[in-house]
């Protein structure tokens, strides 16, 4: 490639190295002598896989064949992905962006509310037919938009990295106390949820500032996890605020927690192979290297033990069971924080580097 433009943050700092480009550095590579014609891809591709979430969502609460939690989780997913996309349109689209990114916040507050004990199950339809239909216009909107990819990324992989450590300390603390009110837990996993909405933004909007399809479909994969655990806690939630208890420890009781697992793992392995191919200096890409591994490591002894979960009826080893898979998933968990913090340190070098050429043209042209 003899001639490259300028680009901003995973997309500029990618290198082609024969491994690396087996997973994600060849899309990105190959897009980046074409102003915004990648990311501009991949925001349509977010935004077509938002409407086929919601379109499926929509038939499985027609159909009831997901269940209630399960199917709000789809959702509000969905129009999370949605949102993110749309914040990468261009400023001249500003009150096309503002319109349809409060229509999608309304439909998610309304799935949400259809969820509280005494709200006629209706409501939900009405957010899912109203959010669908926000990813038509969506849709047409950004094939007629300019598009905006020159975007600083600072902020959201700090928030991913905080989003992903608070609730392995929270979990940790849950399980070594007792006697706390259902009120408090109710409290303790809305918060939960709030953090797993902010990761799940966080990685839509590094997905979809890395041009390439396999990146998009890696943030799919990782959603489905994403899904069933804010299903349990939404359950949890109604539970502890005198609804119904949960049925279950899982509410995605169509797949296997396990493979729901595993395939999570998968996905958030795409996405930090990604991240990992953007990083120019050697050591920090093979400690990325080394963060992956002990990710995909750990992450697949949680699916493995999920399954195992399933199968045990006594109850001590029904308890050491729990105990390994929370374990193992917390260090997954810091695996996937320490990347993302290596993330934003080599996006705020970039920045600074880029800030001390400028003052140095500056002063040389005075």
């Known amino acids: 490639m003899s001639r490259r433009q ?23 590579a190959e897009q980046l002598g074409r102003d915004d014609a990648g990311t501009g891809q991949t925001i349509r591709h977010a935004l077509w896989v938002a409407f086929a979430g919601h379109l499926i969502a929509l038939i499985a609460a027609g159909t009831h064949s997901l269940g209630a939690h399960p199917t709000s989780a789809a959702a509000i997913a969905c129009s999370i992905i949605a949102v993110m996309a749309l914040t990468e349109l261009a400023p001249s689209e500003l009150r096309a962006r503002r319109v349809l990114i409060g229509g999608h916040g309304l439909a998610a507050m ?45 902020l959201a992989p700090r928030v ?10 929270v979990q940790a603390w849950l399980a070594s106390t007792n006697g706390l009110s259902m009120r408090l837990h109710a409290a303790i996993f809305v918060g939960l949820v709030a953090l797993g909405a902010a990761l799940l ?49 899982h509410q995605l009781r169509v797949l296997d927690a396990g493979l729901v697992q595993a395939v999570a793992t998968v996905g958030g392995l795409v996405i930090g192979s990604a991240i990992a191919s953007s990083f120019h200096d050697a050591r920090t890409r093979h400690s990325a290297v080394v963060l992956l591994v002990g990710y995909a490591v750990f992450g697949l002894l949680v699916a493995g033990t999920e399954h195992r979960i399933e199968l045990v009826t006594d109850f001590p080893g029904l308890t050491a069971l729990r105990k390994d898979r929370d374990l193992a998933d ?16 080599q996006v705020a070098n970039r920045g600074e580097s880029r800030q001390t050429d400028r003052e140095r043209r500056v002063r040389v042209s005075r």
């Open 110 to 154: 309304i799935i949400v509310a259809g969820q509280a004990p005494g709200v006629p199950a209706a409501s939900s339809l009405v957010g899912l037919v109203g959010a669908a239909a926000l990813g038509v216009v969506a849709l047409v909107a950004s094939r007629r938009a300019s598009l905006d990819p020159h975007r600083p990324l600072s």
């Open 330 to 345: 917390a260090i997954r968990s810091f695996a996937q924080a320490g990347l993302m913090w290596q993330c934003w340190r």
């Open 201 to 249: 933004a966080s990685l839509s909007i590094i997905a979809i500032r890395t041009p390439g399809r396999w990146v998009i479909a890696g943030l799919v994969a990782w959603t489905l996890g994403w899904v069933a655990m804010t299903a349990d806690l939404g359950a949890l939630i109604g539970g502890a605020l005198g609804g119904p208890a949960p049925m279950g420890p």
């Open 6 to 28: 300028p680009a901003t943050d995973l997309t500029a700092l990618c290198q082609m190295t024969p491994w690396w480009s087996l997973l994600a550095c060849r899309p990105m």
């Open 160 to 169: 991913a990295a905080v989003a992903l450590l608070v609730p392995a300390l």
